[in-house]
């Protein structure tokens, strides 16, 4: 049974009049007629007698409409009730963020916390993955995201994530390469040089553990801690670097970059908080907002 049937029979009872019912409602009038025909023939019942002034309920329609007001009052006093609660939910969201604001959908998120939750200030604070897990662990963030290998975020102890996105991280060389890299695997391509960086970017990780498991230690010629700069060091011939999918494919169209092929690791996006913090409001808000941008 819809909710809004209920509210055109209540509505057209009240007033008695289909025109008026229609404006109240903020509905047509054929398109109100529409729904209490539905509506009747629903309940295989005729609610209404037609009198000069319109409509008047009959004793069918007279025994129902105490329940369908009860309804609606209870509908009304669900409604105020949750808006209770978001009133309730106020403070400072101190969330920490990675990589570009548009693969985050970070303008999606805060829309969603001003529009449900406007008294949640949101502060971000920029990082790598790392430094965020700590930060989340140490209470220094309310929540933050985490990048990390797909069948395993990584993420540390004492922390609960929830999955929003998975994607592949591409090994990408310079333009002009194509006989240093065709036909190699992760053993041989280690050998070449390498733009590394920092233990807290999710391009350390990812690589640092395929390497490992490999028992080789990959030939990095420089260190870099931004991902525009690392970009920049392959288009100039430097050496090799994993790249996001998105970004990877970009490159190589815009700039002519060589995707290695065969070699992939696939990474998936997370949202932290401590695991002690699930049922916190203010947390709850922060993931009910980052649901909703991924949908």
């Not at 609610?47 to 008047?56: E, I, N, V």
Request: proline residues 5%.
């Amino acid at each position: 049974m819809d909710l809004k049937h209920i509210r055109t029979f209540a509505a057209v009872a009240q007033e008695g009049n289909l025109t008026r019912a229609a404006e109240h409602l903020h509905l047509t009038q054929p398109a109100l007629s529409l729904q209490l025909k539905n509506f009747q023939e629903s309940l295989d019942l005729t609610l209404f007698a037609r009198t000069a002034q319109g409509l008047a309920p009959n004793a069918d329609g007279r025994a129902l409409l105490p329940s369908a007001q009860r309804i609606l009052d209870a509908l009304e006093d669900f409604q105020r009730a949750i808006g209770a609660l978001r009133d309730t939910v106020q403070g400072e969201l101190r969330m920490g963020t990675i990589l570009d604001p548009e693969f985050l959908r970070l303008g999606a998120t805060l829309q969603y916390l001003v529009e449900h939750y406007p008294k949640i200030r949101p502060t971000l604070r920029h990082g790598m993955s790392g430094s965020v897990g700590r930060q989340v662990r140490s209470g220094e963030l309310d929540v933050g995201f985490f990048l990390g290998p797909q069948e395993k975020t990584g993420h540390p102890p004492g922390l609960e994530a929830r999955p929003l996105a998975s994607f592949a991280y591409y090994v990408v060389a310079p333009k002009g390469w194509s006989a240093q890299v065709a036909g190699r695997g992760w053993a041989e391509i280690g050998a070449l040089p390498w733009i590394w960086t920092p233990p807290d970017s999710v391009h350390h990780r990812l690589l640092s553990a395929k390497f490992d498991a490999l028992g080789i230690a990959p030939h990095a010629v420089a260190e870099v801690d931004q991902e525009a700069s690392m970009l920049d060091l392959v288009r100039s011939g430097v050496g090799l670097s994993l790249a996001r999918d998105s970004i990877a494919l970009r490159e190589s169209q815009a700039n002519g970059l060589l995707l290695v092929k065969g070699l992939s690791i696939q990474a998936e996006l997370s949202f932290i908080t401590q695991a002690s913090r699930r049922e916190d409001p203010l947390v709850a808000a922060a993931f009910a907002a980052v649901q909703a941008a991924f949908g």
